[in-house]
């Protein structure tokens, strides 16, 4: 006789509720039909905008008991990347170090708004923090953009026309529009 085997643990460390059919995560119930926990998150807004959501990017944020309100140790995709993307931008920021520069974007990825944006026909996610203003008194940005596995692939400053178009299409569409992540 081969029975079927049964674990109940399930994804981030989630341990199967049988009864309610719920996965419990210490400090709330994650309802894997909606997606979203049954109730908000202890830590309120400072996990994101929306409190009962999971985390922003189950791939690279991991956060199984729901009370880290940053992205964790997200990483670019590869080690060439870091370097071209630092020697080419690291300047913008005053980055002495390949190590810094991750770490700023790191930084703007944990404080910034999360935005969608298209980049080569594919939606992506990006973040975006305000730095103050240009030469020109136009708002300057600190972008960090993402692909679909959530690995940073860029860090630099935008600014002016270049900044809109890249959000929104449209160099004289000029809202924000934060991801409802």
Same mark, same amino acid.
């Given at each position: 006789m081969n029975d079927a085997v049964h674990c109940d643990l399930r994804y981030q460390g989630q341990l199967e509720d049988t009864e309610s059919g719920l996965y419990y995560n210490l400090n709330r119930y994650f309802d894997s039909d909606s997606g979203q926990y049954l109730s908000p998150d202890p830590i309120g807004f400072a996990g994101g905008l929306r409190p009962q959501g999971y985390v922003h990017n189950p791939v690279a944020w991991v956060d199984p008991l729901g009370l880290s309100p940053d992205c964790g140790d997200a990483n670019f995709a590869d080690e060439s990347k870091l370097t071209n993307h630092y020697e080419k931008h690291g300047a913008e920021f005053g980055a002495e170090s390949e190590d810094e520069y991750l770490s700023m974007a790191r930084q703007v990825m944990n404080e910034g708004t999360p935005v969608q944006y298209e980049y080569k026909g594919e939606l992506r996610t990006g973040f975006v923090q305000l730095m103050g203003n240009n030469r020109k008194g136009q708002a300057k940005f600190a972008f960090? !953009?993402?692909?679909? $596995?959530? $690995?940073?692939?860029?860090?630099?400053? @935008?600014? !002016?026309?270049?900044?809109? @178009?890249?959000?929104?299409?449209?160099?004289?569409? @000029?809202?924000?529009?934060p991801a409802n992540l």
């Open positions: 960090v !953009g993402t692909n679909s $596995q959530g $690995q940073i692939t860029t860090l630099h400053t @935008k600014s !002016g026309k270049d900044f809109w @178009k890249t959000l929104n299409g449209s160099a004289s569409d @000029k809202p924000i529009r």
